[in-house]
């Protein structure tokens, strides 16, 4: 095979690891939440042990990004396409950090604490999932009018967000004793919004591949 030819297909071949790295937390995601409604420790449980798998699918994307790097020798968008890359894993592994800290929290409130877990965190949930399976398509055709739908996404979670913090405190004002549950259910709804952010870091990332320009989508 000549030379450019394996390295597209190396580029295809890392591509679709990213795309399955994104997606396993994606799910590392939804599970946390499932854990957190259900008071699931041993999902939860799960979900921590799972994210050392996802930083070791993150080293192995990296060192062979690298070793692209060093073997090819790239230039212009081929180097871009390596570089952005990195940065995707890279945010795609904090994403899942992020579940993995929802877990936590689950763990922290333990079984049978007899709370009821605000209903939106399900919502913001499933809005950053959203937007996590936009990014994936983007970064997979290199769209960047996909990319750019992140930015009212991202508004959208943004704005549940306040909502759901605002609803809690009130809550702690009339009942301080619930002041472990409203710590938890801040950290996790603070854990789907950092998630989204890292999203749209994704975005921004797609939008400098294909134009060779910084872009906020934030």
Known sequence: MAGREQFETDLTHMKEAIIALSKSAEDALYKAIDALFNQDLDLANNVISHDNLIDEQEHTIND?????????????????????????????????????????????????????????????????????????????????????????????????????????????ATNPEKIQYVMQMAFSARYIERFADHITNIGESILYLVKGKSYKLN
């Open 64 to 172: 062979q990004t690298i070793l692209l790097m060093a073997k090819q020798q790239p230039v212009a968008t081929d180097l871009r396409r390596l570089v952005i890359s990195l940065q995707i894993t890279a945010d795609i592994e904090r994403m899942a950090d992020n579940a993995k800290n929802i877990a936590k929290s689950t763990l922290h409130l333990g079984e049978d604490h007899r709370l009821i877990i605000h209903p939106r965190i399900k919502e913001m949930r499933d809005m950053a999932m959203n937007m996590n399976q936009t990014a994936i398509k983007a970064f997979q055709y290199e769209d960047i009018s996909i990319a750019g739908k992140l930015s009212d996404m991202d508004n959208e979670v943004d704005r549940l967000y306040e909502t759901i913090i605002h609803d809690i405190l009130n809550e702690t």
